[in-house]
């Protein structure tokens, strides 16, 4: 039987296979993987432990399978073995536990591949330097798991990529594997299963996680599909099974994509309020009293974080390839680009206020995460922001109850310690993340004058506050 929280759209075939004879499945790879999986007895392999790999390696092993982690970073491998998380959302006794119940173990070499029944990528998708998918990390990846693979493993990309990367870029470098078993290629879906799930987690989220997040699943064949989503079916609340692929990459980058342009577009909402005077925080809160057709998204400094920046360039680009240019992701890019740079103008425009020119000025960036209440530093536009006012000519600090220091992207400082004497010697203050652990009142108390970026000081209203 299929597990009751598995379900699956239209187009998906969910229950095909369980309507064969039991009899059928015994002995073939299929029948024996599907076993253990119903039985909760397969062993996981999960490659890249990262913000997705770790929280994710930790939710099966927590639910007593073995998991085994592959990180090509020896530091991570050997962090993770001393029972230590790295990563925010997993806390350290969470790691101990599991590594001492001997569920969990990690290597920077992958030849235990061959002991898993299951192997989850969840390896980086940069853009390169020339905006352009780095697929160099699944390339190195698949490479070393292919060359330790057996007959009958189930591989899934979670890595968020362009549509057809599992169907193109995974597919022969797997089915290759059988020469050096087989004597000829792997069949899909015979010999190996291959499946993508994109991964959703939001870091920081208290309460989405990687239980509570129904998770999308599209197999290369009904049986890859069947299977994967039965293996994620044992973990998370709802799997929801789609008819292939390039559909669940697809997922992702719409929810994505989605996103992005939406920011966008309350981003161009907050320059049009600039230039007619209205206050844009009021408008999107009064706006949000629609109880139907309307969603609050809001403005800030620009895009930051490995997905919202990055992934909708992976649809641009492969849609680029079929000759169609995806203007609404071109625009929103440009659009939301621009933030820093027109957060560093209300700077200009509030020292200019007071006579003051950004050369010359000590200014205290406030939180340079890329969101509020984490410790990811990736893409943050607090960094485009500090660039920006370093070349006119600002002494520039910062203050991140998160990150202590910045060595990223030419720029290596140390965060200050925040008080109140520190905070009053500066000639402007911006809050660049809207962390929750500021004290806020005396930002407002102490500070000679604040560009809010994030609204943080909704609650404030004192003339040396000015607003995004
Ligand atoms: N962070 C998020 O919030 C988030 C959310 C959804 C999806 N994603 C996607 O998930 C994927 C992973 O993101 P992440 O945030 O976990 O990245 P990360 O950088 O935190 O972790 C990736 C890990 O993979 C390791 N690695 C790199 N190459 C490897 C290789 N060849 N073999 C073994 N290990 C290797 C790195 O050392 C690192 O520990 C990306 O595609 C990302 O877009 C991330």
């Known amino acids: ?153 189930l591989v899934i990309l979670e890595s968020t990529t362009y549509p057809g990367t599992t169907r193109e870029v995974m597919l022969p470098q797997l089915e290759g594997a059988g020469k050096r078993i087989l004597g000829r290629n792997f069949v899909v879906g015979k010999d190996f299963y291959l499946a993508f799930s994109p991964e959703r987690v939001d870091p920081g989220n208290a309460k989405y996680n990687v239980y509570n997040t129904p998770k999308v699943v599209g197999g290369v064949t009904p049986q890859c599909g069947e299977l994967a989503s039965i293996f994620y079916s044992n973990v998370m609340d709802k799997v929801v099974q789609v008819s292939s692929p390039e559909s669940a990459e697809m997922v992702k980058l719409l929810e994505n994509t989605f996103r992005c342009v ?40 620009g895009l930051g974080g490995h997905c919202i920046p990055i992934d909708p360039t ?19 890019n440009s659009i939301n680009s621009s933030m820093p740079s027109f957060c560093v103008e209300k700077i200009n425009q509030a020292l200019n206020k007071q006579s003051k020119a950004i050369n010359g000025s000590k200014i205290l960036i406030l939180g340079v995460a890329y969101k509020k209440d984490i410790d990811d530093l990736r893409e943050s536009p607090a960094l485009d922001v500090i660039h920006l006012l370093k070349g006119k000519g600002a002494n520039v600090d910062y203050f991140d109850p998160y990150i202590p220091a910045i060595d990223w992207d030419h720029l290596e400082m140390s965060s200050i310690e925040l008080s109140p004497a520190k905070i009053s010697q500066y000639d402007l203050v911006v809050i660049t993340t809207d962390h929750s652990n500021v004290d806020y009142a005396s930002v407002v108390k102490n500070a000679r004058l604040v560009v809010d970026s994030r609204n943080a000081l909704r609650d404030y209203k004192e003339d040396k506050i000015v607003k995004l």
């Open 314 to 332: 992976y649809l641009s680009w492969k849609l680029r390839s079929l000759n169609y240019t995806a203007r609404f992701i071109d625009l929103a």
């Open 262 to 301: 939406n920011i966008a577009l309350v981003n161009e909402v907050a320059i049009m309020c600039e230039k007619l005077q209205v206050d844009c925080w009021e408008v999107i809160e009064a706006a949000s009293t629609k109880p139907f057709g309307f969603m609050p998204f809001f403005p800030g400094p």
């Open 1 to 153: 039987m299929i597990p009751s929280n598995i379900t699956a759209t239209k187009t998906a075939e969910l229950n095909h296979l369980s309507l064969l004879n039991p009899s059928d499945l015994e002995g073939s790879s299929y029948g024996d993987l599907r076993q253990r999986l119903l039985d909760k007895k397969a062993k996981i392999g999960v490659v890249g432990l990262g913000y997705v790999g770790l929280p994710l390696s930790m939710a099966f092993a927590s639910k007593g399978y073995h998991v085994i982690g592959f990180d090509n970073n020896p530091q991570k491998v050997e962090l993770l073995n001393q029972g230590k998380s790295y990563i925010q959302d997993v806390p350290t006794p969470e790691v101990t536990k599991n590594l001492e119940a001997k569920r969990f173990e990690a290597y920077p070499n992958f030849s235990k591949i061959k002991d898993c029944d299951v192997i989850v990528i969840c390896v980086p998708t940069p853009l390169s330097k020339t905006k352009d998918p780095d697929m160099s990390y699944i390339l190195q990846a698949l490479e070393k798991v292919e060359a330790s693979m057996r007959v009958g493993q």
